[in-house]
């Protein structure tokens, strides 16, 4: 069994910063890759960003590249998602998750384990 907690959201004023991060508990954490999703409300989950097993390949939502990062520390079970110049469109719920098949990063159904989600609100 795998546990994912995320952390980091909060409430930030356009312009600004946050970072999240995904801890997780379990086992072979570190074996997967993992994405970072968010959800507005009315709207569909949809891909922010994902990493590989080992930190190498980045992949990122062409509404977020060059604005999020996201990386990984394996030895601490944790990903973190740092976010820069936030938009008021970045508001969401962000959930973390571990990719359990190969595919594309950016489908839900390739991610098995989820976390509960943290709340991003950017004011305008």
Do not use: H
Not at 9 to 30: D, I, K, M, T, Y
Not at 61 to 72: C, H, L, P
Not at 94 to 119: E, F, H, K, M, N
Request: charged share 20%; aromatic share 12%.
């Amino acid at each position: 069994q795998v546990q994912l907690v995320e952390s980091g959201g909060g409430l930030v004023q356009a312009g600004g910063s946050l970072r999240l991060s995904c801890s997780a508990s379990g086992r072979a954490f570190n074996s997967y890759a993992v994405g970072w999703f968010r959800q507005a409300p009315g709207k569909e989950r949809a891909f922010v960003a994902g990493i590989t097993w080992d930190g190498v390949g980045t992949y990122y939502a062409d509404s977020v590249k060059g604005r999020f990062t996201i990386s990984r520390d394996n030895p601490k079970n944790t990903v973190y998602l740092q976010m820069n110049s936030l938009k008021p469109e970045d508001t969401a719920v962000y959930y973390c998750a571990r990719r359990s098949r190969r595919g594309s990063y950016s489908l839900p159904i390739d991610y098995d384990y989820w976390g509960q989600g943290t709340q991003v609100t950017v004011s305008s």
